[in-house]
């Protein structure tokens, strides 16, 4: 029992740099008494003692704001960061060395007896918000992304994002550009007045991914087109002489502040009618 404490103590350390003492860590991390609580809940539920593990679990509920049910399974090095607002259901399993971050919903879709939670393979990490709803595997060191809603299986070492969850796939030809292509990718966006949401190759979004191929196959079309017009002035021809009408990006940003604008404007009317 001591040894299981030292670790839970010890992952405290690993993964939170704010920790500075033990003292610190065992009287001001409510994480880690909601985790010590439930291992106790969890020893009488499996004694039949239900109705006092349940008690205890909600002492423990009412003391952290991390509500555990005494029924699931809770591995080695498990740690709840902050931990406000975090369920966990009865048919739940953990593995070892798991993440959870404040706000963390791991429930059940179906009222039906039987498994109806997730598990949690080691070395998940589930971000704040997150709700992993129903009786599928989180794959080894899998990441669920804040706010996500996760109803699929995920994979093995798989990142997971958005509502509904959806598994980021790095794509390799993001991998493989040069300067020369990134500045051309970034040129074109200019000319478009847009912003690709300030999308990186180490955190790829897959709208901004979508928005960067488009741009892409605009990059290629218009080198195509240079290339046409060189044939033709080659020729004699003067059609390509003409410029093109450039885009007016002051229009789209005035789109933008209105469209941002309105949901300001409906705030302040719903206040002024209560």
Known sequence: M??????DIASVFHRDPAARSKWEVLLCYPGLHAIWFHRLAHWLWLRDARLLARMLSNLGRWLTGIEIHPGAKVGRRFFIDHGMGVVIGETAEIGDDVTLYQGVTLGGTSWNKGKRHPTLEDG???GAGAKVLGPFTVGRNAKVGSNA?????VPEGATVVGIPGRIIVRDERDTKLDE???SKRQAMAEKMGFDAYGETRDMPDPVARAISRMLDHMHAVDSRIEGMCEALSELGSDYCARDLPKLDTEEFEALIDEADARPNEADGNASTER
């Open 149 to 153: 809603v996760v109803t699929k299986a």
């Open 180 to 182: 020369a292509e990134c």
């Open 124 to 126: 998940v990490v589930v």
């Open 2 to 7: 001591f040894e299981g404490v030292r670790e």
